[in-house]
């Protein structure tokens, strides 16, 4: 049996706000399946973060995404997931290109559906590097 060595990936997730608000989607699949998280993926060889910001919530929501910014980045070591993994993840800040349109379950193997939430009503459990940033009282605006 061929053991593929194992390597830390990068990820690139993305807060859409829309007022007091983040767009979040529950997981289907080996990482995090059940909890809420961000839209967001894999860096992909010669993209900047905004680059795949945008693509990421594009291919996942269907929405455009504008004013997009870095926030900050955090290394996860997620050795319990059914698929044991290490993401250094870089967290952007963004807003919808039309705050109107409503984002849209185009990768429904991926996510149950995605929905905004009140920053002070997030909905439980979040996927575990977002709940960690938020107990320690994290803040996107
Ligand atoms: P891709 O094939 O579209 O590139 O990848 P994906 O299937 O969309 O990847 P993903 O799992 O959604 O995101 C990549 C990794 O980023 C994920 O496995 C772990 C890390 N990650 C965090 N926090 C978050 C988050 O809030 N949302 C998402 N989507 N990923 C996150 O550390
Ligand atoms: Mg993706
Ligand atoms: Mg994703």
């Known amino acids: 049996v061929a053991v593929r060595k194992q390597e830390p990936q990068v990820g690139v997730v993305t807060f859409v706000i829309k007022g ?3 767009l979040l989607g529950k997981r289907r699949g080996v990482v995090g399946n059940g ?16 680059e ?9 929501t269907g929405l455009d995404i504008e004013k997009v910014e ?7 070591v997620l050795l319990h997931e059914a698929k044991p993994c290490h993401y250094v993840t870089v967290f952007m800040r963004s ?38 940033m938020v107990k320690e009282g994290f803040s996107p605006f």
């Open 95 to 132: 807003v919808p290109a039309d705050s109107a349109r409503p984002p849209e379950t185009l990768e429904p193997e991926k996510c149950d559906g995605w929905d905004w939430y009140d920053w002070e009503h997030l909905p439980e459990p979040l996927f575990g590097p977002l709940g960690v």
């Open 70 to 76: 870095f926030v900050t980045v955090t290394n996860n």
């Open 52 to 60: 795949c910001a945008a693509r990421e919530v594009k291919e996942e």
């Open 35 to 50: 909890t809420f998280a961000l839209p967001g993926g894999h860096l992909e060889f010669g993209e900047s973060f905004e």
């Open 20 to 22: 007091r608000k983040v």
